[in-house]
């Protein structure tokens, strides 16, 4: 799904992606961990084709996103902090809007299939703006349902949700899997992030520091290892 | 067969058709819900006229010469207001970036942002025109046909580079003052095309007398327009 | 090769002043001041060649990313200004003799004068935004903008002009040119285009090495 191959992203002389490589198939789930400042929004704003790397090359669903990065775009779906909703309009308007710049089908049908999804078609027609922002970044996610991503690139979903908010992204996310989509999910949240996925990498310094299967990791573990190798990168 | 083979290629109008009325349709829907602009601007419109008064002093004569200038004056003053507030609504929430984030070619997005300015420019046209007549004592209602097409066009003018100006401009942090210095120099000629010809018909003159006008206006009005859908995607990247 | 063409560069300055002020003859009608011709016309037409190198230079950037096309559209458009702002003092100085004004709105002034707001406003929008990239981005959709309505600007304020007043009276273009005249005005021009070489190169130069910092 993602092959990345020594991202570079300088900003003068301000190297915050500094050679980063992996890659991902279907199925599979990334958490990428790090410090504040160490990029992660940055590196998944390059996978998500916002941001043109200074270097390196990338390659999403076989199309190079670098030189085709509208074919890589039909692919993704991103769910930033901010979720991509308009306040005034009501959750089934945001989804017709959203799918109709998509070019997609937008039959009242599907729109309230997607809002059953994920637990808003009860709210189908209230405005964005009595939504907490749990119900927020999960309208985000049918906006992703919708448009048939296939590679979901998820930054801190986990932020400001309840443990029963965690946990419900984390059963969405389960099943996205088993459906065949790959994710990135950048978060600072290590019990939650290992929870999903398949493999953990830690970013620092622009670099990706670590990058190993979750199945061998306990949670303390993983804590000492952040610790230790984002210490020694700060200093 | 043949059928068959157009389909693709009419679906794909269709579909960029549908991308940039359904920027319109969201941009209508939140405007009436919010009604940030409409009454805002309708009130700037009545001050206008005061402050016009005010500043040419009670001779009505002079403020009768003046009208086709101060008209098309107010027009630019409500457009430096309202266009330059064109993509504010989607600085909230991160949902420029989900623009972008769309496959597909983005003028689409630019051409339903510069309906909804072309709709909004003309209501404030409207609105000062009653306002003048009214106030200002000139007769607007004999030559409104031509006049509405001198207006017409250069309220394309006016919105296809404010939109693509504001699309710009959202994104710096100097945006007020920028906004104004960028467009008003691109628009002298859409200006004076519009004054001059207004004028023209305020006097009595024939519509065919302001051809040269017209042509002009509708001339600059299709290179802004094919500039800004040429650009707009580069605009938006940022 | 920026050291030779800037040899060459006084040589054809040095040449153009001999030829305005000593080869060519003193104006009948105008007198000496008519000289200052050797400087504004040469300097509106380097100008416009500015603004079309600005164009190019943007096209180009937009297509193909390469930061030299923004090095060029940018110096280029300062040089444009520069010269924009030489034309219009230099007219006004031949306008206060002639017309007995510093100003008048007259076509070509008032068109010089858009052309130089535009062109501010240009310089405006590169020297606020500071992320280069973005900056050759929207430096060069304004460069854009700003060139193909030079025509458009042109035809207005000419029509406009023409509204006010029958015709005015701008001076030798207008009757036949006296082939001294002629031949110092070619010789002007070519030294100020040396002159906005020399200069263009210089500032793409120094624009290079900034950016390396």
């Known amino acids: ?235 | ?238 | 090769m920026t050291r030779a063409l800037g040899w060459l560069t006084v040589l054809g300055l040095a040449a153009g002043l001999a030829a305005g002020f000593g080869y060519a003859p003193r104006e009948a009608v105008q007198g000496n001041v008519q000289r200052i011709m050797y400087l504004h016309v040469p300097a509106v037409l380097t100008a416009y060649l500015a603004f079309l190198l600005v164009l190019l230079g943007s096209i180009a950037y937009l297509a193909t990313r390469r930061a030299g096309w923004d090095r060029l559209a940018g110096a280029a458009g300062e040089i444009g200004v520069l010269f924009t702002g030489l034309t219009i003092v230099s007219g006004s100085i031949w306008g206060k003799p002639t017309w007995g004004t510093w100003w008048t709105w007259d076509a070509r002034l008032t068109s010089t004068a858009v052309l130089f707001m535009v062109y501010v406003g240009y310089l405006l929008l590169r020297s606020l935004i500071e992320d280069p990239e973005a900056r050759a981005r929207y430096a060069a959709v304004v460069g854009i903008l700003g060139a193909v309505n030079i025509p458009i600007v042109h035809f207005s304020v000419k029509w406009w002009r023409a509204l006010h007043q029958p015709s005015t009276i701008l001076g030798p273009e207008r009757s036949p040119i006296d082939p001294a005249i002629g031949l110092a005005l070619f010789v002007n021009w070519v030294a100020f285009t040396l002159l906005f070489a020399y200069f263009l190169a210089r500032r793409m130069e120094i624009a290079r090495l900034e950016e390396q910092t």
């Open chain 2, 1 to 238: 067969m043949s059928a068959c083979a157009k389909e693709p290629g009419r679906r794909a109008v269709s579909s960029y058709a549908k991308r940039a009325w359904i920027i319109l349709w969201k941009d209508f829907l939140i405007e009436r819900r919010a009604k940030e602009h409409a009454n805002a601007l309708l009130f700037f419109c009545l001050l206008l006229l005061f402050l016009f008064q005010f500043a040419l002093g009670p001779d009505r004569e002079r403020l009768a010469a003046a009208v086709p200038g101060l008209l098309w004056l107010g027009v630019i003053l409500a457009g430096l207001l309202g266009l330059g507030r064109s993509f504010l609504g989607e600085r909230e929430n991160d949902c420029w970036e989900g623009l972008r984030l769309t496959p597909g070619d983005k003028s689409a997005i630019y051409l339903g942002k510069l309906a909804g300015n072309c709709v909004l420019m003309a209501a404030v046209q409207i609105i000062l025109v009653v306002l003048f007549g009214v106030f200002f004592g000139v007769d607007l209602w004999a030559p409104a046909a031509p006049l509405a097409l001198v207006l017409g066009l250069g309220t394309i003018g006016l919105a296809a580079v404010g939109t693509l100006f504001a699309a710009m401009t959202t994104q710096l942090r100097a945006r007020e003052l920028l906004f104004p210095v960028l467009l008003l120099p691109v628009q002298v000629p859409v200006l004076l095309a519009t004054v001059s010809a207004t004028q023209a018909l305020l006097l009595g003159q024939p519509l065919a007398d302001v051809a040269h006008w017209l042509k002009l206006l509708a001339g600059a009005d299709l290179v802004y327009v094919t500039i800004g859908v040429l650009t707009f995607e580069f605009v938006l990247e940022g």
């Open chain 1, 1 to 235: 799904m993602i092959l990345a191959r020594e991202l570079r992203k300088t900003y003068g002389s301000n190297r915050v992606i500094d050679g980063v490589s992996f890659e991902l198939g279907a199925g599979q789930c990334l958490a990428l961990l790090g410090p504040n400042g160490a990029g992660k929004t940055t590196l998944l704003r390059i996978l998500a084709t916002l941001l043109r790397p200074t270097a390196g090359a990338l390659t999403i669903g076989g199309a190079d996103a670098l030189r085709e990065p509208e074919r890589a775009r039909a692919l993704i779906g991103m769910v930033a902090h901010g979720s991509y909703v308009y306040e005034d309009l009501t959750a089934r308007e945001n989804l017709r809007f959203w799918e109709t710049l998509r070019g997609g089908d937008t039959a009242a049908g599907r729109l309230t299939a997607a809002l059953a999804q994920v637990e808003l078609d009860g709210v189908a027609d209230e405005r964005v703006r009595t939504f907490s922002a749990g119900m927020k970044r999960r309208l985000g996610l049918a906006r992703v349902l919708l448009g048939q991503a296939r590679l979901l690139l998820l930054d801190e979903p986990f932020t400001g949700l309840d443990r029963r908010g965690r946990k419900w992204v984390g059963e969405f996310l389960l099943g996205f899997r088993a459906a065949g989509g790959a994710a990135v999910i950048a978060t600072h949240s290590f019990g939650a992030g290992l929870g999903v996925a398949d493999r953990v990498a830690i970013l620092g310094s622009g670099r990706l520091l670590m990058d190993r299967p979750a199945a061998d990791l306990a949670p303390e573990e993983l804590q000492r290892l952040y610790e230790s190798l984002t210490d020694g990168a700060d200093a």
